[in-house]
Structures are given as C-alpha cells and as structure tokens.
C-alpha cells in the first residue's frame, strides 16, 4: 500500500486509474501492508480520503496475517501486545485473551507509541516462557518527518534482551502471501506482486512464486539500490501509473 498506491497520504499518480481498471476488468486484488497499526476498515477510510475506494475486504494487514497464523497453530490462546487496534482488533476476532498473566505469546506490532515499560513487560514475560512473535521485520517506516524505528528494531531490543529471535509473520514471509492468495482464490502463477521494497515486496513475491513488479515511487527510488541486491524483480516500473495499460 504505502509507496504504491499512497505516498505520506497522497495518492500516487495513476494509482486510481490503476484500481479503477482492475474493477472494471473482474480482477482480483489485494492490498497488502506490513503496517499493523490500523484495521481494514480504518485503512479503507483512510485511502477513501486519499480518493481511493478500496473495498474492507481487499486489504490484508500483517496484524491479520498474525492472527490467521496464532489461530491455527494455537486456537483460542493468550497473547501479551505490544500494538495498537489493528493488531488487538485482528486477535480478539479469534477469540484471543490479551493479558500479561502466564500468555501463550507475546505479539510485537506497530507503534507510534512503544512504552518501556511495556517492553520490560514482554521481556520478562518471554523469559519466563513466552512463545515471541513479531507482526513485520521493517526496522524503519515511514513518517511525515522522516523515518522512525518500526518493529523490527523493536524487536531487535527485546532479542538482545531475552535471547530469543521472534517469529516474524508479514512479509516476506512466504505465510503471508500464501494467505492472500487464499483470501482471492488466486494461485501463484497466475498472479503479480507489485511493491515498493526490495526486502519485503518483491523477497516475498520471489519466494512466493509470483511474477514480481517494483516501482520506484516509495522506499526504493533508483536502480542503483535495485543492483545491491542478489535478487532482482521481473520488471522495474517508476510507478503504478506505468501498469495501467498492462490490464485486460
């Protein structure tokens, strides 16, 4: 989502002829973001703002991919979080109690708010026994000042701290993208990952077996940050806009 279809909640160019095509052409999409912060519908809100109508069911949030995961490896457990609504949200609607006595896992998310005196909660909590997930590995993100510290840096902090390496669920975790196929009755061969970010977007699109596409317009904005990698896209796009003509 950020960097493709929105950048610091402004749309990028031709990203609503980009939506506006595939609708009218039958296809089906998701909307993928690492960004555990906020639920569907809050995002559905917030890119129907930025003149972008996106349906609630076609965005999936790592938060959610979170619970999808924490529901079928332990039904109705306990989680000790770290986050905001997006990921409490997505775990109370399978059945998951938030507490601090004895949890099942502690769940690290997005933040704008990391307290320390949550994170000592959840380092004692992981000492004592506590299964350590983290809902995206991205040690920056985003803002309109500039980037800050994202989970994964969290995540990092509390490692260094408990001597346990979290289990990390968005991408490019493959658990991801396999989930969001699932939720479009999509298969991997018959599908495109477009995305901004070398490390997560199009990792996870490779790993995943999908054809993959990289627009300059978000976090990775040259080629010569593309050939620090030992991967490399399908294709390289400055933006969505380049993409629209692609649909049939």
Sequence with gaps: MD?????????????????????????????????????????????????????????????????????????????????????TTALHEIDYVLTDYRPDYVVLGETRRYDFGAITTAVRLIKSGARFICTNPDATGPSLEGVLPAAGSVAAMISEATGAEPYFVGKPNPLMMRNALRRIDAHSESTVMIGDRMDTDVLSGLEAGLETVLVLSGVTGSMDEVEKYPFRPNHVKDSVADLVDWIE
């Design 3 to 87: 960097g493709v279809l929105v950048h610091e909640g402004v749309p990028v160019p031709g990203a609503n002829k980009l939506i506006e095509k595939l609708q009218a052409a039958g296809k089906r999409f998701l909307v993928l973001t690492n960004n555990s912060i906020y639920t569907a519908r809050d995002l559905h809100a917030r890119l129907k703002n930025s003149g972008l109508t996106v349906p609630v069911e076609s965005i999936y949030t790592s938060a959610m991919a979170t619970a999808d995961f924490l529901h079928s490896q332990r039904p109705a457990g306990s989680a000790y979080v770290i986050g905001e609504s997006g990921l």
